[in-house]
């Protein structure tokens, strides 16, 4: 028995130590594969670290995530990184397109154009970022740059970025800049304008046990053991608001969120406005938006500039929000918290833009009539502020219509 007991021992200890080597070997092969191919790093990276389209940059707040699995090696949404392309496109997430890159107006212009198209637009971007990410879309040896604001919040994002550089407001009138300054240091803009845009009710935030995040993060076996639990099984929540049924999100909206969003129901046209949200952004009697205003109209002026210097033609598409295109279907606007102040905002700043592009000599385009002529809603019955496969393909077209009355360079 103990010959046999040993023998047992020396067994279950081979086969240890020959376990423990095939998982140290397993373990060293998947970090080397994981450095040399962005598929594979992908793959075994911690899902809070691969779902977000933008992670933080010292320099735009913001840059696109190369993990994220529809972006490119850039961490721009498209199918593959160019080199070179003929039509560079900056914006927000409306021109990023938030159900995939192949429904994104952008990569659609392509398909109607036949011209290369690389789309650098981001989630949280606006006219100040398009500013500073210029010399890289003019690396791509283009003849057209697109550049498309989003009258939705790009004044506020514009704002924000302008904290991280002060330059950017340096030539606007000093008074507008203490006001901005004293009205920020009374309460950061950024904590009201969260509130308003998670309708009051700001959802908790999981945070990984700091040993699943370790694991996650230094262990590639157990991203891969991960990985096929995901495969096979989800346990995520899908959030009511966002389900894509009106009736879905309408029945979901609590007494505290229906201060900040109310339902639209209209034969053909119904949805979930968030018009609260949208005033706040572009209230420019705030001079932190007002302020926001300015620097992205400068900023789109000096990009016209350097686009001129360099022998490429600029395009600026204004893009309107979702309350805007379904205004003249309301036939109540006042039940609708905030509406009509926003409406009335939207289309000032509209026109004061215009105005401006006009006089500058920038070609544009706005794409609110074309929207509002949609033959069925461009935006989705939620309370998802982003056009969808409809108005991406409206805009598309709009784009298209207007880039073939520019003549070209050749």
């Not at 932190?288 to 002026?301: D, H, P, S, W, Y």
Request: proline share 8%; charged share 25%.
């Amino acid at each position: 028995m103990a010959a046999e007991r040993a023998t047992f021992l020396r067994l279950l200890r081979t086969q240890c130590i020959l376990l423990l080597a095939a998982l140290v070997a397993s373990e060293l092969l998947l970090q080397v594969a994981s450095g040399a191919s962005l598929t594979i790093r992908r793959v075994l990276a911690p899902p809070w670290d691969v779902d977000f389209p933008v992670i933080s940059d010292p320099r735009l707040v913001f840059r696109g995530n190369p993990l994220n699995r529809q972006h490119d090696a850039a961490g721009y949404h498209n199918a593959r990184r160019l080199t070179k392309a003929d039509i560079a496109v900056l914006g927000d997430s409306v021109s990023y397109g938030m159900s995939g890159w192949r429904m994104a107006w952008p990569h659609l212009l392509s398909l109607e154009t036949g011209r290369s198209v690389y789309n650098m637009s981001l989630p949280g971007y606006g006219p100040g970022q398009s500013l500073l990410q210029l010399d890289e879309a003019l690396s791509l040896s283009p003849s057209l740059v697109i550049v498309a604001p989003y009258l939705g919040n790009d004044f506020y994002d514009t704002y924000e970025l302008a904290l991280r550089h002060p330059d950017l407001a340096e030539s606007l009138p000093a008074a507008l800049r203490e006001a901005a300054a004293a009205r920020e240091r009374l309460k950061p803009l950024e904590q009201e304008v969260f509130s308003l845009f998670e309708l009051g009710q700001p959802p908790a935030t999981p945070t990984p046990s700091v040993a699943r995040r370790l694991l996650s993060e230094h262990v590639k076996l157990y991203g891969l053991l991960r990985a096929l639990r995901h495969r096979f099984i989800t346990d995520r929540t899908p959030d009511p608001l966002l389900s894509r049924k009106f009736s879905t999100a309408a029945r979901s909206l609590t007494p505290v969120q229906r201060q900040f969003a109310s339902a639209f129901d209209a034969p053909g046209w119904r949805t979930i406005l968030t018009a609260p949200y949208r005033g706040r952004v572009l209230d420019d009697r705030d001079p932190r938006i007002r302020l926001g205003f300015e620097i992205a109209r400068r900023a789109v002026r000096t990009i016209g500039e350097r686009c001129r210097a360099a022998g490429v033609d600029l395009l600026v598409v204004l893009l309107p929000t979702k309350e805007s295109v379904f205004w003249p279907q309301v036939p109540a606007p006042d039940v609708h918290p905030g509406l009509r102040q926003l409406i009335i905002d939207e289309e000032r700043l509209r026109q004061e833009w215009i105005a401006d592009l006009r006089a500058s000599g920038v070609a544009y385009l706005d794409a609110q009539e074309a929207l509002r002529a949609a033959p069925n809603q461009p935006y989705h019955e939620d309370a998802d502020g982003h056009p969808n496969e409809t108005g991406q393909r409206i805009i598309a077209a709009a784009v298209a219509a207007r880039v073939k009355e520019m003549p070209r360079r050749k």
